[in-house]
């Protein structure tokens, strides 16, 4: 059984930041990518950034130069710090791992966390 605890969101003012943190735990063999997705209501969920096992990262355009993705290998955690938050921001964030459980360690699947909600009032 593997657990994607998100934690982190919350109630912010324009221009203010927030920092987003997932932690991965059970019977994980091996993490590949990490990500963050938000769905704001009424929307598709999107992909927010994304962050390879090597630290290869990469961002949608409505989220580069503000926010920043970032793990720690050693705890299976991600983190999304977001910085000069704005009103369209608004919406819950969703952690995303694609990872290898120890009992089929060759067949990678994605997990998802519960969802954090950041609303960001203008």
């Known amino acids: 059984q593997v657990q994607l605890v998100e934690s982190g969101g919350g109630l912010v003012q324009a221009g203010g930041s927030l920092r987003l943190s997932c932690a991965a735990s059970g019977s994980i063999f091996s993490i590949n990518a990490m990500a963050w997705y938000r769905q704001a209501p009424g929307k598709q969920r999107e992909l927010v950034a994304a962050v390879t096992s090597g630290g290869s990262t990469n961002y949608a355009d409505s989220v580069k130069g503000r926010f920043t993705i970032s793990r720690d290998n050693t705890k299976n955690t991600v983190y999304l710090q977001m910085d000069s938050l704005e009103s369209e921001d608004t919406a819950a964030y969703y952690c995303?791992?694609?990872?290898?459980?120890?009992?089929?360690?060759?067949?990678?699947?994605?997990?998802w966390g519960q969802g954090t909600q950041v609303t960001v009032s203008s």
């Open positions: 995303n791992a694609n990872l290898t459980t120890r009992t089929m360690p060759w067949i990678p699947r994605d997990y």
